[in-house]
T-cell receptor, first 115, second 109 residues
Framework: GAGVSQSPRYKVAKRGQDVALRCDPI?????LFWYQQALGQGPEFLTY????????KSGLPSDRFFAERPEGSVSTLKIQRTQQEDSAVYLC?????????????FGEGSWLTVV | KQEVTQIPAALSVPEGENLVLNCSFT??????LQWFRQDPGKGLTSLLL?????REQTSGRLNASLDKSSGRSTLYIAASQPGDSATYLC????????FGKGTRLHILP
């Protein structure tokens, strides 16, 4: 695709509800990242995939957060039993390879509000 | 632990002025540094990527410098325009990509 695509763009969830956020990376991109951005803050790292392998999930804030990329392309970030502090923008990014020289491309984010 | 700081947090300047945004990082063992732009309600757009072996990169009216040993980078914007108004984020890459909190820039027409 032309860019990183995320859905839904906006989600309002009731506290305790489960949500699933989808990311379609740029076609052929091996590396995929998830970030969480609270209002007025910079993005915070959540997790990283290389193809289907989740190489780093150290940024996931709790065991309510789970990410997968089963076929090495589309990824889903799932948040179980949402809490108000989960309200944030969830950004997905991809890059051509793990090579640190590659530019990272971001999607427009999924805006989650937990009420 | 790598920490990235951006100063100032917010900046307003009249149209046409040149300006400098600052970024500092605590651990110089980075692969690269990238400057992004973020418009309200939007994702991040990459502006410039500087590899650790490079000193600067230029794109149009933008120039980014990197002094890895001192842990500093600057983004220079020449002849600012109202369309430059946005939040500018600096990010360093070691094993992960670590972002600063950004500088909110407002160009006054």
């Amino acid at each position: 695709g032309a860019g990183v695509s995320q859905s839904p763009r906006y989600k309002v969830a009731k506290r305790g509800q489960d949500v699933a956020l989808r990311c379609d990376p740029i076609s052929g991109h091996v590396s995929l990242f998830w970030y969480q951005q609270a209002l007025g803050q910079g993005p915070e790292f959540l997790t990283y995939f290389q193809n289907e392998a989740q190489l780093d999930k150290s940024g996931l804030p709790s065991d309510r957060f789970f990410a997968e990329r089963p076929e090495g392309s589309v990824s889903t970030l799932k948040i179980q039993r949402t809490q108000q502090e989960d309200s944030a923008v969830y950004l997905c990014a991809s890059s051509l390879s793990h090579n640190s020289g590659n530019t990272i491309y971001f999607g427009e984010g999924s805006w989650l509000t937990v009420v | 632990k790598q920490e990235v700081t951006q100063i100032p947090a917010a900046l307003s300047v009249p149209e046409g002025e040149n300006l400098v945004l600052n970024c500092s990082f605590t651990d110089s063992a980075i692969y690269n540094l990238q400057w992004f732009r973020q418009d309200p309600g939007k994702g991040l757009t990459s502006l410039l990527l500087i590899q650790s072996s490079q000193r600067e990169q230029t794109s149009g009216r933008l120039n980014a410098s990197l002094d890895k040993s001192s842990g500093r980078s600057t983004l220079y914007i020449a002849a600012s325009q109202p369309g430059d108004s946005a939040t500018y984020l600096c990010a360093v890459r070691d094993d992960k990509i670590i972002f600063g909190k950004g500088t909110r820039l407002h160009i006054l027409p």
